[in-house]
């Protein structure tokens, strides 16, 4: 069982960053790949970023490529997603989820891969 608790939402004026992170609780957090997934009012829940549990592969939404940056710390237990030049368009609920299959580019993407689920924080960008 693993628990996930993200932080670091807020209101950003459009070209501001942000750095979300995400606490994961247990001794076994290196095993598990991990995602961050968003949703917007209205619209369905989107994969933005997803990083390997071996060798950090990270795998990027065309939609933030350049701007956000997904990084781990296993010492932490800790995901980050640093997002730069933020636009309102990516206004949403960002959730971080972990998963224990293999990431790859054509998986990280689908949210059923992922078996644990954090509750969300909320991004606002203002233009």
């Known amino acids: 069982q693993v628990q996930l608790v993200e932080s670091g939402g807020g209101l950003v004026q459009a070209g501001g960053s942000l750095r979300l992170s995400c606490a994961a609780s247990?001794?076994?957090?290196?095993?598990?790949?991990m995602g961050w997934f968003r949703q917007a009012p209205g619209k369905e829940r989107e994969a933005v970023a997803a990083?390997?549990?071996?060798?950090?592969?990270?795998y990027y939404a065309d939609s933030v490529k350049g701007r956000f940056t997904i990084s781990r710390d296993n010492a932490r237990n800790t995901v980050y997603l640093q997002m730069n030049s933020l636009e309102p368009e990516d206004t949403a609920v960002y959730y971080c989820?972990?998963?224990?299959?293999?990431?790859?580019?054509?998986?990280?993407?689908?949210?059923?891969?992922?078996?644990?689920w954090g509750q969300g924080t909320q991004v606002t960008v203002t233009s």
């Open positions: 989820a972990a998963t224990t299959l293999p990431i790859y580019s054509g998986s990280y993407y689908y949210s059923r891969n992922y078996i644990y």
């Open positions: 247990g001794r076994t957090f290196s095993s598990y790949g």
């Open positions: 990083i390997g549990r071996g060798d950090g592969t990270t």
